[in-house]
């Protein structure tokens, strides 16, 4: 008797191995668990390789592992290339910050500002308008030098500096 539960356990096992992986992000932390972390979730696509059957020989089982490990160091490799396209968009990002704080500090106005670092490098405009060009809302500020009457112009297209002239 304990030999028939044993010996149908084992045919049990491969339909264990067969299981789907769900990848889930808590507290920044990835978690890898064997149901859906949410409602409609799809499984990450990470599947060990399948039971070996009795026909195959043992070069068709190492092909198959080489495969396997091949596929899994190709989604490592996809990762580090994504990890490391992230960490140069946040190195630019934060140069692009630098650039803009410094260039306010100047005075200077450069493309692509938000309008309350504009307010920051010139103050609070004299005049506003604004103007459909090519269907899209531009915004003008106009400063104008009570000295010289010399006016600066700002120009806003979404939310952001389009250009400057002084």
């Known amino acids: 008797m304990r030999w028939i539960l044993l010996g149908s356990s084992l045919m049990l096992l491969p339909v264990y191995s067969m299981a789907e992986v769900y990848s889930c992000e808590r507290d920044g932390r990835r978690l890898f668990q064997s149901t859906p972390c949410e409602v409609g979730d799809a499984p990450t696509g990470i599947k ?62 450069l493309p692509g500002m938000t309008p309350s670092q504009v307010k920051r490098a010139w103050g609070f405009p004299d005049r506003q308008n604004q103007k459909i060009h090519g269907g899209r809302q531009r915004e003008y500020w106009y400063y104008v030098d009570r000295k010289t009457g010399h006016v600066r112009t700002a120009v806003f297209q979404d939310e952001a500096l389009l250009r400057a002239s002084d």
């Open 48 to 109: 060990p390789p399948a039971a070996a059957s009795p026909g195959q020989s043992e070069r068709q089982r190492r092909e198959q592992a080489e495969r396997f490990w091949g596929e899994q160091a190709q989604r490592r490799q996809a990762a580090r290339a994504r990890q490391n396209e992230q960490a140069a968009d946040a190195r630019r990002r934060r140069l692009q910050r630098r650039a803009v704080e410094q260039a306010v500090g100047q005075g200077r106005l």
